[in-house]
């Protein structure tokens, strides 16, 4: 058995077998189940407001700080339409603009997320001219020179990710379409200077490190790289994604396991880690895109199987946590979902968020930020 994570206790009934699904033939969730799930949600924000109190004050991150508590705000404030979310969440914004760092420059642990969550949450409170503040507020990413990285967690695609996101909630070019291909072609010249130098010898046309190694899943490597630069907004010309960007997804679809899983590092030959940051759950989004922009079923065929890999290993004994947790495993359910229509995923994601209803009586280690949004509750 995986030491890693907990057998999967609802591997040998799954959809077809199960007679109470808790969906329609439409997929449409059972009032029950949503009952279930918004009770929950209730109770758990009552015991994360409870430990925030002895948070890190300085944490002012999306990934582990105030933030990302900002950023649950926003989106519940969202799902349930209630405009006392969004008060909480401009709170917790305006806790994470007084402690930034500035030296980080992305969306998840720079200083980029904070101000794009807090303008996005200002814009919806009709604070427009507050909210421009925020979104003028710009870091120079562009130089090549520069030793910033092109991941998501510390570089260039963590600030590119967060012009994506100030576009996608203004539902507008609020961000220049120019602005954001500028940061694309500084990632991809990147990558190609990097393959291409002598000591490399790299299969892949693009490549990328941090700190060393050769990262592979969407945290540190290149199947979040690759991800960004195939999302229709970057504007990434077809001529650069038939020649530079199909061929470095084809490499990393190469570097599976015979188990289906990924390796965290090229040349990591231990198949062990089944997290969104390191394996199967994080690689999918970039096949599932791959199969969006190049259509080949074979990318359809691999997300399937990263799916099938988080249905049998990804009860994780780390956490429910969306980085390296349940909740982060389950995405990839709901990724294949609403890819395909098939009812056995959203039966799979629905499955999973039953476990996480469960919190706290599986015996899972405690997080070191137990309450974050990538972590935590
Ligand atoms: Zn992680």
């Not at 009709?126 to 510390?154: F, N, T």
């Not at 070191?368 to 972590?375: A, H, I, K, Q, R």
Request: hydrophobic residues 35%; aromatic residues 14%.
């Amino acid at each position: 058995m995986d030491a890693r994570s907990f057998p999967n206790p609802y591997l040998y009934q799954d959809y077809s077998k199960d007679p109470s699904t808790p969906f329609n033939s439409a997929g449409q969730l059972i009032p029950d189940f949503v009952n279930r799930v918004i009770n929950k949600i209730k109770e758990l924000l009552q015991l994360m407001e409870t430990g925030l109190k002895s948070a890190d004050p300085r944490d002012f991150t999306v990934y582990t700080g105030w933030s990302g508590i900002a950023l649950l705000y926003l989106h519940l404030s969202e799902v349930f339409g209630d405009q006392s979310f969004l008060i909480r969440a401009q709170e917790y914004a305006s806790k994470a603009l007084h402690c930034l760092n500035k030296r980080d420059v992305t969306f998840l642990c720079g200083d980029a997320g904070p101000y794009a969550v807090a303008a996005v949450i200002l814009h919806r409170l009709g604070s427009h001219k507050e909210a421009d503040e925020c979104i003028s507020r710009h870091p120079s990413v562009l130089k090549l020179e520069s030793r910033l990285p092109d991941e998501l967690l510390y570089g260039r695609m963590g600030y590119l990710y967060t012009l994506l996101f100030i576009n996608k909630c203004y539902n507008a070019e609020k961000v220049s379409y120019r602005c954001i291909q500028e940061v694309c072609d500084v990632v991809i010249k990147s990558g190609e200077n990097f393959a291409a130098h002598k000591r490399m010898q790299s299969q892949s046309p693009l490549m990328y490190e941090w700190y060393g190694e050769y990262y592979v899943g969407p945290a540190h490597g290149l199947a979040g790289i690759y991800y960004f630069l195939m999302q229709p907004q970057c504007n990434v010309s077809s001529e650069k994604l038939q020649t530079l960007i199909g061929p470095s997804v084809e490499f990393v679809r190469h570097l599976r396991y015979p188990s289906g899983n990924y390796p965290a590092c090229i040349g990591d030959n231990r198949d062990l880690l089944v997290h969104w940051c390191h394996g199967a759950p994080g690689i999918i989004y970039m096949l599932t895109q791959a199969y969006k922009i190049f259509k080949a079923s074979a990318y359809l065929a691999d997300a399937a199987q990263c799916a099938e890999i988080c249905w049998q290993r990804g009860l994780l004994k780390k956490g429910y946590g969306i980085c390296h947790g349940v909740a982060g495993n389950a995405y990839t359910f709901l990724a294949m979902y609403n890819l395909t229509h098939d009812l056995k995923y959203l039966y799979r994601a629905c499955k999973f968020a039953e476990w996480c209803m469960d919190f706290g009586e599986h015996g899972c280690r405690t997080p070191d930020t137990p309450f974050s949004l990538f972590e935590g509750t």
